[in-house]
């Protein structure tokens, strides 16, 4: 069984920083391409970033040159380093893998 457990949300001011770190059980961590969604407040859940097993990311536009994913494999360990964030950036934020999402994690920017 999957799991996802993500953690690093809360609130910071526009400009400011946050990690995000999902933790991932059951799976062959190393061999899975793992993704970054958010959802906010009545929109689509949409992508944000993924990560292959071979480490290639992919970033939707509205982050491109503000976030980064990475990936530990020996912590089976997903992370979005969230930089610059603005008020738009403000949703629930989702690991997924393999059909399997997190709980999410808040993520507030707000002066």
């Known amino acids: 069984q999957v799991q996802l457990v993500e953690s690093g949300g809360g609130l910071v001011q526009p400009g400011g920083s946050l990690r995000l770190s999902c933790a991932a059980s059951?799976?062959?961590?190393?061999?899975?391409?793992m993704g970054w969604y958010r959802q906010a407040p009545g929109k689509q859940r949409e992508l944000v970033a993924t990560i292959s097993s071979t480490g290639t990311v992919d970033y939707t536009d509205a982050v491109k040159g503000r976030f980064t994913i990475s990936r530990d494999n020996a912590k089976n360990t997903v992370y979005l380093q969230m930089d610059n964030l603005k008020p738009e950036d403000t949703a629930v934020y989702y690991c997924y893998t393999l059909r399997s999402w997190g709980q999410g994690t808040q993520v507030t920017v707000s002066s």
């Open positions: 059951g799976i062959l961590f190393r061999f899975n391409p």
